[in-house]
């Protein structure tokens, strides 16, 4: 974007209520509702456990009464996609929970359904019950949770509630039969109390209390299903199983283990398999024999993932395509097993995939500039993944490129900040190969920002991708990123990727608009999305 005369700044009132470069309680929580912690740096390698001492902002905001708006920042990237991971946010919604205001409280058990929408997401909030409990000397199963945890089993689909049950039946120590009996849950409708005496007492108990009378149209369809889900589990017939998958729409999960030795199951599994789950799995499904070279399942996996139509459904990201290739390609699992050598037809399949995904990618609608500073080694690898400093650059910077309309990719060179064309049919290999051509020493994270305001580009987003960690120890970029507001009255912000993950932050600032990303992942992504449009 083009700068025009006036120099005034734009930058307003927005979603984290600021109106300044400074860090308030809310956009510090709405950082932790995206990935976890209050800090200005996002690190691949902090995904463990979410802690309470990470939680001031959050803590603060309850103090001063303020529920009911962390409350809608928590529905807001449950619901929306914007995190990272949903773990911050069940985890905010079981501290809300727990607090001594009556009205917080009570809206945050009217949001459970909202926020924990799987059994996984139920369980893990009463993990965190459990281990808030400890420092609020408060106990868990009052009125409020046990109606919570009945509203949130009454109110669900039947079928998918008998689907939910058997596909995820237990988690983080926690079981259906434990939530169902400790809740007093008294079902709300017959197909509801079908599944909760099924949970509780087991398929007998069903059989009994159904035999030799008259269902209702709900009730009987959800007896058929769970009929077919105890007929796989007391199975051992690797065509009967294949068969109740194939007319059943069975997952994974509902199989016993010994089922997943037969090639012909898992040949049944991929005509439904999610396509997120089907790409990770590759490499297992090659060793295992189940994609062999030219065979039918081979072929039907390789239209599959290439299919504009699966690709839009399944809204599977380009960064996923590309990281799952490259661990295909490496030819083995964790610490060297299992083995398999990667199947040419699919590999090819899946180049074809990350072009086609860059449609499932969402602008933002803001100016970026993206530098790239190959000054470290392009052949080291970012750590987590399978794929070099070099081509994760070159696909990060490719992404936007082509999903944002008005982006600018610049490349670091001895003399200045070269820009960096990436043609519509340059593919991620040719744009690799043309990075690692500027092998140059690193000249600090605000040479971009100064061609930008040399050259009257009014930016919203710089993205430095960096290969060598010691350009994050370089200059603070604070001033020139402040003198770049006020020259051209852009809400310029500023995100540090350190693709080595080293985890060094750009540096102890207040400045709302500066945020470090220590390796990279898919939910880079979402962090750099987020900060572009004021949401943390």
């Known amino acids: 974007m083009e700068l025009s005369g006036s120099t005034t700044s734009n930058h307003t009132l927005n979603s984290t209520g600021v109106g300044s470069w400074e860090i308030s309680d809310k956009a510090k929580l709405c950082r932790f509702l995206c990935y976890g912690s209050e800090r200005d740096l996002y690190s691949t390698k902090e995904n463990g456990r979410i802690k309470l001492e990470n939680t001031g902002a959050l803590q603060s905001m309850l103090e001063e009464k303020r529920g009911a708006e962390v409350l809608e920042e928590i ?36 949001a459970l359904k909202d926020v924990c929408r799987e059994p996984a997401h139920l369980f893990s909030f009463i993990k965190y019950k459990k281990e808030l409990k400890e420092h609020m000397k408060c106990g868990i199963w009052g009125r409020a949770l046990r109606r919570a945890l009945s509203d949130w089993y009454n109110e669900q689909d039947a079928m998918s509630l ?67 889900v105890e007929k796989v589990k007391h199975s051992r017939d690797e065509t009967e199983v294949v068969t109740l998958i194939e007319e059943h729409k069975l997952e994974r999960e509902q199989l016993l283990t010994e089922h997943l030795k037969f090639k012909q199951v898992w040949s049944a599994l991929l005509k439904e398999m999610p396509l997120h789950s089907v790409v990770k799995m590759l490499g297992r499904l090659t060793s295992g024999k189940v994609l062999e070279p030219g065979s039918s399942e081979t072929q039907f996996l390789c239209d599959r993932i290439q299919s504009e139509t699966a690709l839009k459904q399944a809204k599977i990201h380009p960064f996923s395509i590309l990281l799952a290739t490259e661990n295909y390609k490496k030819g083995h699992g964790y610490q ?45 690898i970012v750590p987590g993944t399978s794929i070099s400093t070099a081509a994760a650059a070159a696909a990060i910077a490719m ?6 309309a008005d982006t600018h990719v610049l490349v670091y060179s001895q003399e200045a900040m070269v820009p960096f064309s990436i043609s519509a049919d340059m593919t991620l290999k040719e744009a690799t190969d043309e990075l690692v051509k500027f092998l140059s020493e690193s000249r600090g994270c605000t040479v971009p920002i100064q061609w930008a305001t040399e ?23 604070v001033e020139s990123l402040k003198k770049h507001r006020e020259t051209s009255g852009a809400n310029s912000k500023l995100v540090m990727c350190d693709l080595t993950n080293t985890g060094f932050p750009i540096g102890d600032t207040e400045d709302r608009g500066l945020l470090t990303i220590s390796g990279f992942d898919l939910g880079a992504f979402s962090v750099i999305r987020n900060l572009a449009q004021d949401l943390i």
């Open 162 to 228: 008998a689907a939910a049950v058997t596909k995820c039946k237990q988690r983080e120590g926690w079981s259906h039969q434990d939530l169902l009996r400790l809740s007093h849950t008294k079902p709300a409708r017959d197909a509801i109390a079908l599944i909760s005496k099924y949970v509780t007492k087991g398929w007998k108990e069903v059989q009994v209390a159904h035999e030799n009378k008259e269902n209702a149209e709900e009730v009987i369809r959800v007896l058929s299903y769970l009929e077919v």
């Open 399 to 404: 992404i936007l490129a082509r999903t944002e």
């Open 336 to 380: 060297g097993k299992p083995k398999w050598e990667a199947d040419r037809n699919i590999l090819k399949a899946m180049d074809s995939a990350f072009y086609k995904s860059f449609m499932n990618v969402e602008p933002v609608g803001k100016c970026f500039v993206v530098a790239v500073d190959m000054s470290g080694s392009p052949s080291s």
């Open 455 to 477: 050259n009257r580009k009014a930016v919203d987003v710089f993205v430095i991708l960096s290969t060598n960690p010691l350009l994050m120890l370089t200059a603070s970029p």
């Open 75 to 110: 529905k807001r990237f449950a619901q929306d996609g914007r995190a990272v991971r949903l773990e911050p946010s069940i985890f905010a919604l079981a501290l809300c929970s727990q607090n001594p205001d009556v009205n917080t409280k009570q809206a945050a058990f009217k």
